[in-house]
Each structure stands twice: as C-alpha cells, then as structure tokens.
C-alpha cells in the first residue's frame, strides 16, 4: 500500500472557525490532490498540487486553500468552515513519470463535521 | 463540461450472483479506472483500461473499455459478500494532458450472505 496518511481522521468544528487537514506521503509522488466526498456526487477535486508550491484548483475550490512548502505535505485549509463544507476529505497521490495513465493513490480520509 | 455516470446507483443481490456495472461518458477518455471504496477507507485502484475494446480480467471481475473509448462496464461472476462496497469509475481528464481525474458517482454494491 502506497504511503499516505491524513490527520485528524475526524474532526468536529463551529461554523466560523478555520480547519487544515494534513495528508503525508512517503512515497515521493509529484502529484497531490484534495477530494471531497459526499452522497451523490461521487468525489470531487477542490486542489490539487503538481511540485513543491505548485498548485492549482480543481472544480470545488471556493472557500479553500491549499499549500505545499514539502514534497511529502500536502495542507487544506477552511478559512471559515461552513455547514456545506461537512464532508469526508480524500488525499490522493500520483507519479506521473513512472505512471502513464494517473492511477492515483488515496489516503483514509478525514470525516470533518462543521456544526 | 466532462461527465462519467454511473448505473444503478444501488444494487442489492445473493451472493452466487452476477452483476453489472455501467459507466458511461458522451466525453471521449484516453484512459478509465475503476476503484473500489470500503466503509471508512479511502478507494483502492482496480484496474485500468486503456484502448477501445479492451479488455481484462481480475479473478472473478472483467472489466471493459468500449470501442469508442466513451463507457465502460464492470462485470462480476459469482458474487460474494466481499465484493460489497462502492464501485467507482473514473476517467483521466481533459485527454490526459492534466494530471487530473473526473470521477463517476458510483455504484454501492451490496451482497447478501
């Protein structure tokens, strides 16, 4: 299994009030990417990262930021969470060198709760 | 704007039976995955296919890239309680010059004992 792990796996939160999740990887992968998970949308891209400080917005990107100062640390930040932003968050992990087809890699997911 | 969609949504069979999934796009993809998700985890890449007409084998489950490159259908022989969980397709986006992923709904399976 690829090396990824997300804290806190769960977390609950006030409306108002800033959350960052963190996912790890061990496996030095290029490619880094946020989803969200929720009930009849399948998952959905917020941002996703291609290099250290390289980042870019997926279609879910309003009201989060993400950032990448190391290869291995991928940050999403609710600036101020909201109820709509309670879901289950999905790291994922991508080399795209040796992986011609973007087979990605997923963490275990934080299941955030924004009262 | 790219779509995959996913049929049916929900299936609930005995185990022993066989099953089939749908994913279909009006987007041309040059490639299609299909994970599997589990409760609480996050989804584990099935398999890949990648030409028109493609097709592979993974034990009891076959999976196929239509000719256009547009759908793709997974197929379960024999299904049994440990096949239940979330199927998901998902296709590379914008031709594959991103390094991005449009994924379909799903399709929550569920095999009875």
């Known amino acids: 299994d690829a090396g990824i792990t997300q804290s806190p796996r769960h977390k609950v939160t006030e409306t108002g009030t800033p959350v960052t999740l963190r996912c790890h990887q061990t496996?030095?992968?290029?490619?880094m990417y946020w989803y969200r998970q929720d009930p009849g949308h399948g998952l959905r891209l917020i941002h996703y990262s291609y290099g250290v400080k390289d980042t870019d917005k997926g279609e879910v990107s309003d009201g989060y930021s993400v950032s990448r100062s190391k290869t291995e640390d991928f940050l999403l930040t609710l600036e101020s969470a909201t109820s709509s932003q309670t879901s289950v968050y999905f790291c994922?992990?991508?080399?795209?060198?040796?992986?011609?087809?973007?087979?990605?890699?997923f963490g275990p997911g934080t299941r955030l709760t924004v009262l | 704007t790219q779509l995959l969609e996913q049929s049916p949504q929900f299936l609930s069979i005995q185990e022993g039976e066989n099953l089939t999934v749908y994913c279909n796009s009006s987007s041309v993809f040059s490639s299609l995955q299909w994970y599997r998700q589990e409760p609480g985890e996050g989804p584990v890449l099935l398999v890949t296919?990648?030409?028109?007409?493609e097709v592979k084998k993974l034990k009891r489950l076959t999976f196929q890239f239509g000719d256009a490159r547009k759908d793709s259908s997974l197929h379960i022989t024999a299904a049994q309680t440990g096949d239940t969980g979330l199927y998901l397709c998902?296709?590379?986006?914008?031709?594959?010059?991103?390094?991005?992923?449009?994924f379909g709904t799903g399709t929550l399976l569920a095999v009875q004992p």
């Open positions: 496996e030095n992968h290029r490619y």
């Open positions: 296919v990648v030409t028109g007409g």
């Open positions: 998902a296709g590379d986006a914008y031709g594959g010059a991103t390094n991005k992923l449009i």
């Open positions: 994922a992990i991508s080399e795209s060198m040796a992986n011609l087809y973007n087979e990605q890699f």
